[in-house]
């Protein structure tokens, strides 16, 4: 019985070893996703954004979001395009947790359409395919929302 006693001991602390990658692995990851040039989604994308962040700070928790723009919802992240440039400027400034990123296979293809360069907002992160990054996000245990 004794030694049933000690692997058992062992065991637990092996289990409390590995705690603290249970633990990082319990921050809350999000990716929204935007595909539409809508600024009332694109709007309502921020807003979750707020809301989620503000929510899960209350509780003393942390939480990565990722807005992934791909096919028309790129233009939430053009300057020359978007119609929601304002705040979204704004909004990526006072939002630390909130990341951006811009299909780049929708970037090169409005651009061939257009015969000009596609600008991005410089705190967006090009990515190759924002599908692509979703899946991956997903992976790695991101939340998939499209609001």
Known sequence: MKRLGGM??????IAM???PSIATAAEH???L??????AGKMNTVMNVAANVSRLYSQKGDEIDIKVVAFNAGLHMLRP?????AERI???AASMPNVHFQ????TREAMAKKSGKDVPIFEFAEVVPA???SIIELSENGYTIVRP
């Open 8 to 13: 058992l001991a062992a065991l637990f602390a």
């Open 17 to 19: 070893l590995a705690m």
């Open 29 to 31: 990851k999000l990716v």
């Open 33 to 38: 996703q935007i595909s539409d040039n809508d």
């Open 80 to 84: 020359d395009t978007s119609p929601v």
């Open 89 to 91: 400027a704004n909004f």
């Open 102 to 105: 811009a299909c780049n296979n």
């Open 130 to 132: 924002g599908v692509v």
